[in-house]
């Protein structure tokens, strides 16, 4: 299981009735990752989180953690961290109770190690849930699914509804406490700006099929960003960038691969960023056709 | 969320300058561990792999050296050569822009608070 993916999917379709979730899709996720699923509602990212975790069957090939989701669900869900989209704690319980909870359920949860997270937090272990607020409730949740000695976590849009200072911290007890470079993180969201420099990979489902799947620093590579001058658009626009936007009266052209040598001595180079990519790759269909 | 990342370069060229400015500030001194990889990946919330990157371009630069097991330290001369390569960088590519500046508008030296921190 050494040199393993955690995650290794070939070919993933699901279909409910007329309308395909998952069209398709392979992806992998090696050790010490923190992978976005990034993608408009709709685009098949909790399918594709349930699939993974054996609460929908699939069509293809799938290995989670070297089992077969479907067949070990149940082997399944006690190897793993997994908080679903719609996750709630029990409104009546007190914290304690739930690290009580957890350890009757899951055999490799340590509540000793949950009560060291919540520490982290302003969250006592007497609090009832209902008592607390929407970003301490996505710590509690975060501190007890990560005192599973897990090889990887699965979160799905676990900041939805959080103001910024909640998310900001839950993404730092998520940096702290579980990435040690030997396990991985798949996080869905849609809040690609924020999670940019968190992931160090990330995949992009467009309409259930993946866009694109790629670690951020071959993004740098792969992707050239060009700012340039108005005066410039037209020549930029005969290369066929993926996107043109404007900032700050300049329009940078995206490209997939560097253009040629007279385009790129019209623009400066500059990062390509996420939220820009996602936009090129997820909005126009008739681009995402070319791009595949 | 804090800090914000231009577009201007890749986020771990971003960080490796902002680590630099520290250093030229003296914090941590020549000698000195720097913070880890994790501690540091925590506290601008980014991916640790990044932060490695950005350790390592320090270290290409002759800034930080690696002590295997107890991270990475600031190099003695560090500093020095940090500076050094400041003031060049200010030399060629601030100060003609600057300069250009001040004499569209008619400002010599005796005009500027040279005093105030």
């Given amino acids: ?292 | 969320m804090t800090p914000t990342w231009t577009d201007q370069a890749p986020i771990y060229q971003q960080l490796a300058d902002r680590l630099a400015v520290q250093l030229l500030d003296g914090s941590p001194p020549e000698g000195e561990a720097l913070p880890s990889v994790r501690a540091l990946a925590s506290q601008y919330v980014i991916n640790p792999l990044t932060v490695t990157r950005a350790l390592q371009a320090l270290s290409d630069h002759g800034l930080v050296e690696s002590r295997r097991g107890l991270g990475m330290f600031v190099m003695a001369g560090a500093r020095e050569r940090l500076l050094r390569h400041e003031r060049e960088q200010f030399l060629q590519k601030d100060w003609p822009a600057l300069r250009a500046k001040l004499k569209r508008l008619g400002l010599t030296a005796k005009d500027l608070n040279w005093e105030s921190t």
């Fill in chain 1, 1 to 292: 299981m050494n040199n393993m993916n955690l995650i290794e999917a070939k070919n993933l379709t699901l279909r409910y009735g007329k309308k395909t979730a998952l069209n398709d899709v392979s992806v992998a996720v090696p050790k010490g990752r923190v992978v976005g699923l990034l993608g408009h509602n709709g685009a098949g990212k909790t399918s594709l989180m349930k699939a993974l975790v054996g609460l929908l069957p699939v069509q293809g090939s799938l290995s989670v953690l070297g089992l077969e989701p479907t067949k070990n669900r149940q082997q399944l869900l006690t190897e793993l961290s997994y908080i679903p989209d719609v996750a709630v704690l029990p409104r009546w319980a007190k914290v304690h109770e739930l690290i009580t909870l957890m350890s009757q359920l899951q055999p490799k949860f340590s509540a000793e190690r949950a009560r060291t997270l919540l520490k982290r937090t302003s969250v006592s272990e007497n609090d009832k849930i209902k008592s607390l607020s929407k970003g301490m409730v996505a710590q509690t949740h975060l501190a007890l699914i990560a005192a599973i000695d897990a090889k990887l976590m699965i979160l799905d849009e676990p900041t939805l509804g959080l103001d910024v200072i909640s998310r900001k911290s839950f993404y730092e007890m998520l940096i702290d406490e579980w990435c040690d470079g030997e396990r991985s993180v798949l996080i869905s969201t849609h809040q690609v700006e924020e999670v940019e420099a968190l992931l160090s990979d990330v995949i992009m489902l467009d309409e259930g099929r993946v866009a694109l799947s790629i670690s951020l620093e071959d993004i740098d590579r792969r992707f050239v960003a060009l700012n340039h001058d108005p005066a410039a658009a037209d020549a930029m626009a005969a290369a066929h960038p993926l996107l043109r936007y404007r900032e700050q009266g300049r329009t940078t052209s995206l490209f997939d691969g560097a253009p040629p040598e007279h385009i790129t001595s019209l623009g400066q180079r500059v990062r390509p960023s996420l939220v820009d990519l996602f936009m090129a790759l997820t909005r126009n269909p008739a681009l995402n056709n070319k791009q595949a």
